[in-house]
């Protein structure tokens, strides 16, 4: 390891915005005389809703100086702003719960009610077993029928209730294939293009993984699998899908060959966005602690706008990943606490793991000759347990001299758990960039961790004993029952299952490894052109951009009930 | 507290070759004195904790270990209960939060020099605050040690219950550690003073526990590594190549490491 000039601090910004008129560096400051929780205005709207709240239901609610500490409200200190990273956007930090924002809840939204379901399956059984032709034309009308019928409208039967258009109309179909010619048969409203969504490397390299084959893309409606869960999108798209097939193509409703077509919409066919969990944690498919890595990394695009810069890409997975796996799935599916956002946010704020990862790139290219800007496998270095620890080292000891030397850095990210995750963050996504190697950058975090125990006697909250100062013995293992590659690890790995921080660094980790190649994706190239879709209410190639909006209430999500709602 | 060690190997303390790592070293090693730095007496001891009033008998979980029946167990052949455990104590706490300005000690630190100097106790270590719980007269025999010490600065490190926040907040103007309660004041004489006990409850009367140690001393016996104090963590280079050592084995071997 050896220090290297690097003069750009990119969390200088908000640092100045976040403590205006102070000195970043200086080791002192004011406390006590802020007036309480009325220095937000966040909090001064949240009394003055929970005032209306009261008088309206008649059972008190909100009330920050009674109930904080028998007397003391939040706000002794100054009670920062956060500017989401990479945007220039400062925002609250209330904004950034899930509950208040919408943006988030429509990326875990647009997630869970997605499945893609082949169709090639469907096309043998008309062929072979009913003698009926299959042509761009019959799909066409297919989808089209489909596409009336997936949000929840009749296509067979009589007298049938059905759904309103204007509650569901961020459910659709679409289909993509390999097979460019196919494809330019197919009407436009209804195709992915993938040469026209990819840069033209990706795209190639797409097209030839999924080949002649030809996939749906199929969203349900929000409000749907909000109401339901994960497990219902699978079973919503194959019944509508089975009887758009009967409308479509003139099948008898109850002949046998539709038991073909089902089994194919419900299960040989349908690629879930997340695999069930176990009862010990009882959720059923596209559940948030399902998700494979390698298959959030796919989802999340920013690799596919940002092909020449990979720490940006797996910036955006990290943004992600904590917002969903810390914020959703162990904060409130697991845990239930809501103070899981104050964790998660840390990764995503103030541009500094972007600082520090940005770091990792600069000694990266000036140790080892990575041109990290242009992505490929060829100029990778080789994972050795050296050079690994070589990157970790100096990057977790960059890091930890940013906090020591911006006493307001320190102050911004005030828990240790914080720090952890953002310093292992680094380490971990400037080893997997390095090496191409998704193993190599987890065991990059986890020498980090070590490190930062060692060097400041001080790590996260009690989970961090568990994980963290044992996860060295199993990045690099992938013996059944005790370790896998990267891409097919997820939240529900039995070392990772229970500590905020951590799952969304491992998901952008592993994403990292492939951005860093140059790869087109890094598991699954159907998820990866699923979610290229520009029709999608939430932007997956920009989502801090998009947690952004949501916190300044621009966003616009779906789950409209106002047309079934009393006018307010 | 003297301790008489009867180990298969000599403790080592930790790696490293400078001065944090020495004080590191001083502070878990129970056969160095501590060197006492005040003078917080008994009552005041008990008024900070919080758990009983002063005078008043320590409340029981159980009966005196004599007078109730102890079943036929080996472990409690060999081990000696302490008086807390004998007695009958409930178990109590401490908790601690030490400032990353130049505190003397640190979660882990604290942890682990409690583990070499205090029998029957059970530390929890996190990065904004450790505690330590154990029986309740145990408690308040360890507390006197680890309060009037040199573990303890009166600015820097806080005896907090609840609501720990502090630890990585700039310093108040006064050189006093944030405490959202305001636990602990610094009068204009140039003494701290609790106010409240650790978990915030007003006291009847102040608990003087001295003058903060001057910045020059904390940061020559800090066991923080920090590039703006005296010892930069990169500048220790032992004790990272041990962690890095450290990491490697269990890499390629888990827990049972073995080199090649």
């Not at chain 1, 084959?213 to 909000?226: D, G, K, M, N, Y």
């Not at chain 1, 029952?481 to 939240?491: H, N, Q």
């Not at chain 2, 320590?58 to 029946?69: G, I, K, N, R, V």
Request: a negative charge; one cysteine or more.
């Amino acid at each position: 390891m050896a220090k290297i000039e690097r003069t750009q601090k990119l969390f200088l910004k908000s640092l100045k915005e976040k403590f205006q008129g102070q000195d970043v560096q200086s080791e002192t400051t004011e406390f006590y005389k802020f007036n309480g929780y009325h220095q937000s205005p966040r909090k001064e709207e949240f009394v003055k809703a929970s005032r209306a709240v009261e008088m309206d239901r008649g059972i008190s609610m909100y009330d920050p100086v009674r109930c904080h500490l028998g007397g003391i409200p939040l706000g002794q200190r100054q009670l920062m702003t956060y500017e989401v990273s990479g945007t220039g956007v400062f925002v609250e930090g209330d904004d950034l719960h899930f509950v208040n924002n919408s943006a988030m809840q429509q990326m875990w939204d647009d997630i869970r009610r997605t499945v893609i379901v082949n169709m090639d399956l469907a096309h043998q059984t008309l062929q072979k077993r009913l003698g009926k032709e299959v042509t761009p034309e019959t799909i066409n009308e297919y989808l089209h029928v489909l596409n009336h019928a997936m949000p929840g409208a009749a296509v067979v039967q009589e007298h049938m209730v059905e759904t309103h258009p204007g509650l569901v109309d961020d459910c659709y179909v679409k289909v993509f294939t390999g097979d460019q010619e196919l494809a330019d048969d197919l009407e436009p409203q209804f195709v992915l293009d993938v040469e026209k969504l990819f840069p033209a490397k990706q795209a190639q390299a797409l097209s030839a993984a999924v080949g002649k084959s030809l996939w749906q893309a199929i969203h349900i409606p929000t409000t749907v699998s909000r109401t339901c869960d994960g497990g219902t999108t699978s079973r919503w798209s194959a019944m509508q899908i089975g009887m758009s097939f009967i409308g479509a193509y003139r099948m008898c409703a109850g002949e046998a060959a539709v038991a073909d077509l089902s089994y194919a919409a419900k299960h040989a066919g349908v690629v879930q966005m997340a695999s069930h969990l176990p009862a010990r944690r009882a959720r059923g498919p596209n559940e948030p602690g399902g998700i494979m890595f390698g298959v959030f990394s796919d989802i999340v695009q920013a690799n596919r706008k940002y092909p020449n810069d990979p720490a940006r890409a797996s910036l955006e997975v990290v943004g992600a990943g904590t917002m969903l796996f810390d914020q959703i799935w162990l904060g409130s599916y697991m845990s239930g606490g809501v103070g899981f956002t104050q964790y998660a946010t840390a990764a995503y704020t103030d541009n500094i793991l972007d600082e520090y990862t940005y770091y990792g790139m600069d000694y990266i290219k000036d140790k080892y000759k990575v041109d990290w800007r242009n992505p490929s496998p060829s100029d990778k270095v080789k994972p050795t347990q050296e050079i690994v620890n070589d990157i970790a080292t100096e990057v977790c000891l960059n890091g930890m001299e940013q906090y020591e030397q911006f006493p307001t850095l320190m102050e911004d990210h005030f828990g240790g758990s914080q720090r952890a995750g953002v310093l292992a963050a680094a380490c971990g996504l400037s080893g997997s960039i390095a090496t191409g190697n998704s193993n190599a950058g987890l065991n990059a975090w986890y020498l980090c961790m070590l490190l930062h125990k060692d060097g400041w006697s001080r790590l996260g909250f009690f989970g961090y004993d568990l994980q963290d100062q044992c996860g060295s013995a199993n990045t690099l293992s992938i013996r059944g029952d005790e370790g896998a590659i990267g891409e097919v690890r997820g939240p529900n790995y039995p070392n990772y299952a229970m500590n905020v921080g951590h799952q969304g660094e491992y998901a952008a980790i592993v994403g990292g490894a492939h951005y860093g190649r140059g790869d087109a994706f890094c598991f699954d190239p159907r998820v990866k052109i699923c979610f290229a879709d520009p029709a999608l209410k939430f932007d997956f190639a920009e989502p801090r951009r998009e947690f952004a909006k949501g916190a300044i209430r621009e966003f616009m999500p779906a789950g409209e009930r106002s047309l079934i709602i009393p006018a307010r | 507290m003297k301790v008489k060690v009867n180990m298969a190997y000599k403790p080592q303390y930790g790696p490293g070759t400078s001065k944090v790592a020495e004080n590191r070293r001083k502070q878990m090693n129970p056969n160095q004195k501590l060197e006492k730095m005040r003078d917080v007496t008994d009552e005041d001891i008990v008024l900070i904790l919080g758990h009983r009033a002063p005078g008043a008998a320590y409340p029981t979980a159980h009966p005196p270990l004599a007078e109730q029946q102890e079943p036929d167990c080996p472990i409690r052949k060999i081990v000696t209960p302490t008086d807390g455990a004998k007695a009958g104590d409930r178990v109590r706490y401490i908790q601690f939060t030490d400032s990353m300005f130049f505190a003397p000690c640190h979660p882990y630190q604290r942890t682990y020099t409690e583990c070499y100097r205090f029998r029957g106790i059970d530390p929890g270590t996190l990065s904004g605050r450790q505690i330590v719980e154990c029986r309740e007269r145990d408690l308040e025999k360890y507390s006197k040690e680890l309060v009037n010490t040199e573990l303890l600065d009166a600015a820097r490190t806080g005896i907090r219950g609840a609501t720990v926040h502090g630890h990585s907040l700039r310093l108040a103007e006064n050189g006093m550690m944030f405490d959202m309660l305001q636990r602990s004041v610094l009068g204009e004489d140039g003494v701290v003073r609790y106010v409240k006990n650790q978990i915030g409850e007003p006291l009847d009367r102040a608990v003087t526990i001295g003058k903060p140690l001057d910045e020059k001393w904390l940061k020559a016996h800090t066991t923080i590594f920090h590039s703006l104090g005296d010892v930069a963590y990169r500048d220790d280079k032992e004790y990272i190549e041990y962690v890095q050592r450290i990491h490697s084995l269990r890499t390629k071997y888990g827990f049972l490491p073995k080199e090649a």
